[in-house]
């Protein structure tokens, strides 16, 4: 499958979670109402959950692509929802009143709701949608999924920014003499006004829920983003010396365990810490059991897609555990899923109280100046990583050295250095794509 049919997947299933949403919502209240968090016809989750189930469920048949549907979706619904919580301390919707909910994000009858819609989805939609797509003239087509995609993208952008109450001020914009800018600020209020009451109109409990919490004395407390930002390296270090200490009382040798090539940090690890606090959060103080069970299937379900991505993205397998009883294509197992829940365990009971303590006491305007510093530090790890991880992906495939970043990545990062920094990755043939 080429990118541009998954990227046309994607808008389809943003279409058509938009047309649901939206005959739902006008057969409930009894007119028109536009369910999508943007102003397009799309529902953003649905084409990221279409997608994913299109990548990973593709081997399952029968009983079992409806377990895993249900299971996906159900997971991303309930993701989705504690990130919008978290970044806008709002409630976007609500199953407290459906039977067996979990804080009223999933529910049971919706988890069997989204297994049935991603069976016909696999069975069926996919190969609609790529017939109409290749109906289309190549290059017009081709076109097409790009307009729509940077509409979008846009589109997106304009509504978080507006969600996030950083529209600016008329005094600014009456500074600057230019006619454009005036232009610029007739149509930014109309959008503005357009957006936030189509969107307070599609979810009228969203005011009533607010509980926005901006005005926090100290440096990172809650969970804020400077924290989880901090919490992201101190994970993605903790991770790489405790996995490079596990290979060496298990396999006896010294390892590099890094996801960069700039220093001893796993990128795997750090994710992990970041989003199980931001997901688990809440449930911080509920029992050792109910963290453990979480734990155990969020951290199942994050290695696994972990390890999609990147045979997708790289064509390069990081950990195989095909040797390990009661494992899934090799990418997970359930003796590792349980770690995944006994490390949720002891990070939210243990670790995580003492971390945060201390990363609260630090001055506000020190660790505001040094967050965004390592951000930028990790942005360009990440980016020089990448760089080198696909120019090493060419080497092997007999791909010369034609550009400027291909001679460098050549010359800083040879086949001798990318397998110090990743002894264990594999090359694999493009299945997946």
């Known amino acids: 499958m080429t990118s541009y049919e998954i990227l046309w997947l994607f808008l389809a299933g943003s279409f ?3 047309v649901l949403e939206t005959v739902l919502a006008a057969l409930k209240r009894k007119r028109f109402v536009n369910r999508g968090l943007v102003n397009g016809p799309f529902c953003v989750l649905y084409g990221i959950v279409l997608v994913i189930l299109t ?56 988890s069997v709701l989204w297994g049935v819609l991603g069976m016909a989805a696999l069975k069926w939609g996919n ?25 979008l993208v846009i589109d997106i952008l304009a509504t978080v920014i507006i969600l996030s109450g950083k529209e600016r001020k008329t005094q600014s914009w009456e500074k600057i003499d230019f006619w454009f800018a005036e232009v610029s600020r007739r149509l930014g209020q109309r959008v503005y006004r357009l957006v936030n009451r189509r969107i307070e109109n599609a979810y009228p409990k ?27 390296f101190i994970g993605a270090f903790l991770g790489d010396i405790t996995e490079t200490i596990f290979c060496r009382i298990t396999a006896g040798v010294w390892m590099s365990r ?5 220093g001893p940090f796993s990128i795997v690890w750090g994710l992990a810490v970041a989003l199980v606090t931001v997901l688990l959060y809440k449930y911080r103080d509920k029992s050792d059991r109910f963290l453990f069970f979480m734990g155990t299937a969020l951290g199942g379900a ?31 197992n359930l003796l590792y899923c349980f770690f995944w829940g006994i490390a949720a365990v002891v990070w939210f009971k243990g670790i995580y109280p003492v971390i945060a303590s201390r990363i609260e006491r630090i001055p506000k305007k020190a660790g505001t100046i040094v967050t965004w510093i390592m951000l ?18 060419e080497r092997s495939r007999g791909v010369p050295a034609q550009y400027s970043w291909q001679e460098r990545m050549d010359e800083r990062f040879g086949d001798q250095r990318m397998e110090r920094i990743y002894p264990n990755a594999v090359k694999v043939s493009p299945s997946l794509q």
């Open 16 to 18: 058509s979670g938009w």
């Open 55 to 110: 990548v990973v469920c593709k081997e399952l048949t029968g009983f079992w692509l409806f377990i895993g549907a249900a299971i996906l979706a159900t997971v991303a619904e309930w993701v989705a929802g504690h990130l919008l919580e978290w970044m806008y301390h709002e409630k976007w919707w609500d199953y407290s009143k459906n039977r067996w909910n979990l804080d009223g994000y999933i529910c049971f009858s919706m």
């Open 127 to 151: 190969s609609l949608w790529l017939k109409a797509f290749h109906l289309i003239p190549k290059p017009f087509g081709k076109g097409i999924v790009w307009c729509l995609a940077v509409c």
């Open 206 to 232: 969203r005011l009533a829920e607010k509980a926005r919490a901006r005005a926090k004395k100290g440096f990172a407390s809650g969970c804020s983003f400077y924290k989880v930002v901090w919490l992201f």
């Open 258 to 262: 890094s996801s960069v090539v700039w």
């Open 302 to 332: 994050y290695e696994y897609l972990c390890s999609v991505f990147t045979e997708l993205v790289f064509g390069t397998i990081f950990w195989d555990y095909s040797e390990i009883p009661f494992n899934l294509g090799g990418r997970i």
């Open 376 to 393: 930028l530090f990790m942005s360009c790890n990440i980016f020089v990583s990448a760089m080198a991880l696909i120019r090493k992906d």
